[in-house]
Each structure stands twice: as structure tokens, then as C-alpha cells.
């Protein structure tokens, strides 16, 4: 069984900064991967980063060269450095542990509900203009 716990959200003006963390308690095999699911009220859940199997990176469009996501060189930590925040990024975030193994790409993948898959209770975050 793995938890993710997230830390770090609060609320800033338009064009700042904020750090998000995740730590992973339990077991992270080489398949799973710690990536960053965000949702607003009335809107779809938005994979915005993540981590793939190769420790590569990927990020939603909508953050892009805005938000980087970093770790510790383990499985059970991931961080996201979130810079020039806009009202519109204003929501939930969570971290989610998800199996990345396959050949799903790694934003699609971590937006799949299933026993592989762990969320956190999420941290707000909120833009104000």
C-alpha cells in the first residue's frame, strides 16, 4: 500500500511562486511513478506533471515552462515548483502514485483509477488576480 501526503499549498497574488511536496510512504516498484493531478471546482481533473518509468518528465500544456517537477533521486518524493501562477491555476492539488509501467503515456496514465493507483488527500492552492 502506498500513501502520498502533499504539503505546501497556500494562497499568492497572480505571478508568484509556490513549492508543492509529496512524500510516498509504502513500497515504490521501478513500474510506479509519483505525478501531480490538479482539479477546480466544476472543472475535469487536469494531469499537470509527472514523472514516466525512465524518470523522465511530462507536463500539461497549460504549465508548461511554468511548472517543473523535481525529486530527491527516489520513487517516493516529488516536488513541484510552480513560478508566475495565474488565477486559472487555482485548485486541488494532489499527488498520486499510479503504475507507469505500460505503454500509456504518463499524463494519460496518471489520470487512471484503478488498484494501482494511490491519491492524496490534496493541497489547495489559490491564484488570486
Known sequence: QVQP?????????????????????????????????????GKKREGVATFDEDRSTSYADSVKGRFTISGDGTRNTAYLQMRSLKPEDTAMYHCVAFYCGGSMPA????LVEDEYTW??????????S
Not at 119 to 128: A, C, D, L
Open 119 to 128: 491519491w492524496g488527500q490534496g493541497t489547495q492552492v489559490t491564484v488570486s
Open 107 to 110: 499524463l494519460q496514465a496518471l
Open 5 to 41: 501526503v502533499e504539503s505546501g499549498g497556500g494562497s499568492v497574488q497572480s505571478g508568484g511562486s509556490l513549492r508543492l511536496s509529496c512524500t510516498a510512504s509504502g513500497y515504490m516498484y521501478s513500474s510506479y511513478c509519483l505525478g501531480w493531478v490538479r482539479q477546480a471546482p
